[in-house]
């Protein structure tokens, strides 16, 4: 029985490196993302590479409708999803107050309510079939006290292990992969200037999905690839918030409305 898996914000970055591994795999994708061009040349290539069935569905899952599309996808009982992975996601160049409230409006519902919905739609046929597994992209921001993006991505962690408790037994598994810096289009799109992090600050995507499939696979809830961000992580458990939180910003992200900003 072939492996379906479905992938949003697939065209770039770690949803590019999940379709990459997962068609090498031999599953057959569902990729999802805002542009049909670049869907369309992911899947001629991947079909091309590893000879798997590959389905594009063009959806901004920012708007009500784009999330409406990808839910009646999932819900397909004669083409069922074994394999979400909740990866698009966007972050805003800015600290709070500078960032219009629309734009943060427009990350929480990508973030959050997208997630929430898709999980919820997915998870529905897995677990009548009693197999199938969900990775929700949060990012170590989610341990950090550090504006709107990550206390969304706080969320997906949250969310992701209360699901893995209530739904304990039922053959559905869930994994909250939580990346530091990785080398994607992520902070050229936002606007931000990353070029003065240091080479040992990025990791590369390829590495971070086998890192996440490594973690689902061993029963873990939570993936934080590489042993620099897992230290970072038990650092920021351990350390006052606020003072955490002052250091975080100053090396990670400052911004200064006479450059671009860094994250």
């Known amino acids: 029985m072939t492996t379906t898996s479905l992938v949003t914000g697939a065209t770039a970055g770690l949803g590019a490196a999940f379709a990459r591994r997962l068609a090498a ?3 057959a994708l569902v990729l999802v993302a805002r542009t049909a061009g670049r869907l369309e040349g992911l ?4 079909r091309g590479r590893h000879g798997v069935e590959v389905e594009v569905l063009p959806a901004d899952l920012a708007t009500d409708d784009g999330i409406e599309a990808v839910e009646e996808r999932l819900r397909d009982p004669l083409r069922p999803v074994d394999v979400l992975v909740n990866n698009a996601g966007f972050g805003n160049r800015g600290v709070f107050l500078d960032v219009p409230v629309e734009d943060e409006l427009r990350m929480l519902r990508l973030h959050c309510e997208a997630v929430l919905r898709l999980t919820t739609a997915a998870v529905e046929g897995m677990r009548e ?6 990775v929700n992209v949060a990012s170590v921001a989610a341990f950090m006290p550090r504006g709107t993006y990550a206390a969304s991505k706080a969320w997906v962690v949250r969310f992701t292990e209360g699901l893995a408790q209530e739904l304990r037994g039922t053959g559905v598994r869930f994994l909250a992969l939580c990346p530091g810096f990785v080398r994607t289009e992520f902070h050229a799109r936002a606007g931000m200037d990353a070029s003065r992090l240091p080479s040992v600050a990025w990791l590369d995507p390829d590495e971070v999905v086998s890192a996440a499939l490594r973690d689902l696979a061993r029963g873990r809830t939570v993936s934080v690839p590489s042993a620099r961000y897992k230290a970072v992580v038990s650092l920021a458990r351990h350390v006052p918030p606020g003072l955490f939180g002052a250091v975080s910003t100053r090396t990670g992200r400052r911004y200064d409305p006479r450059r671009r900003s860094t994250r």
């Open 129 to 134: 079939r009693r197999r199938g597994f969900v």
């Open 25 to 27: 795999d031999g599953h």
């Open 43 to 46: 899947a001629a290539d991947l």
